[in-house]
């Protein structure tokens, strides 16, 4: 008798369970070899942190994770609904951190020194208020704060240095955040863990009123396109052939991405996933003279 399949008719994983094993292995392995078991991360209710709160569970144990609630002014109620349903869903700890009374202190202090507070400043600072919480935390309790940005936002430098970027291991940092929907899509295709609310909603950092990241860039579903066609395709602004964005649009988009490199020389280390991570990976001059 002959077996079924050959070698070359094997069935292989679905691209998604190949990703999700190797960010687990991945994580599971940094912490054992830091020789600490606990970490904390800031559960937002996006997308973003409830797969990075799902791998983190399947990589030291749920009880071993302590998700953080930081609820500000402008955060929806089914932000706070979302994260703590996700966090029974996983079995996760989770503590509650209100944001607005140290925003309201530290808007009150750059106050005094004549500062303008443009709304860029105040969205900034509310994110850092939330990183150090978070560091203030681990400290604390002798946990690794995990980051949950993505590699589309570091791409554009859509997120906020010493804020949301803080954090000892980037589990999502190379991961495209259209990739993110496909891998929680495929999480609950046999349970869900991650709740349908969050895989429905907009993305939005909630930093103002109804804010939305197609505020700011363009839907990830047009941009990851051209965003890894430039970064693991090693195209030039001249070369590219993705038809998702606009002329107009990829030259702003490019311009974003050499801009923000000195952003993502300063992230946490990330789990690679593609032939082609920021740090290690990929390094390029930090800022380039523009005739």
Known sequence: NTSALSCNDQVKDPWEDE??????????????????????????????????????????????????????????????TDALNLAQKLGIPTK?????????????SLQESQATLQPITEENLQARIRGLLLMGLANDEQ????????????AVGYTTIYGDMCGGLS???????????SLAHHINQTKEFIPANILSKPPSAELRPNQSDTDELPDYALLDPFLKEIIEGR????????????????????????????????????????????????????????S
């Open 143 to 154: 946990r690794v704060l995990i980051n949950t940005s993505n590699k589309s936002e570091a």
């Open 96 to 108: 509650t951190l209100p944001i607005p009374g140290c925003f309201a202190k530290m808007k009150a």
């Open 19 to 80: 990703v999700l094993q190797a960010l687990t292995l991945g994580t599971r392995d940094y912490f054992h070899k830091l020789g600490l078991s606990k970490a904390i991360l800031g559960l937002s209710g996006g997308i973003d942190s409830a797969l990075v709160a799902y791998i983190a569970s399947l990589a030291i144990g749920a009880k071993n994770i302590l998700g953080v609630l930081m609820p500000s002014e402008y955060s929806s109620d089914h932000s706070v």
């Open 171 to 181: 589990i999502l940092g190379d991961v495209w955040k259209s990739e993110i929907y």
């Open 235 to 290: 195209k030039t602004l001249n070369s590219s052939t993705t038809n998702t964005l606009s002329p107009e649009e990829k030259k702003w988009i490019y311009g974003l991405i050499e801009r923000s490199e000195w952003k993502r020389f300063q992230g946490p280390p990330v789990l690679r996933v593609s032939h082609k991570a920021f740090g290690a990976g990929r390094r390029i001059p930090i800022v380039k003279r523009r």
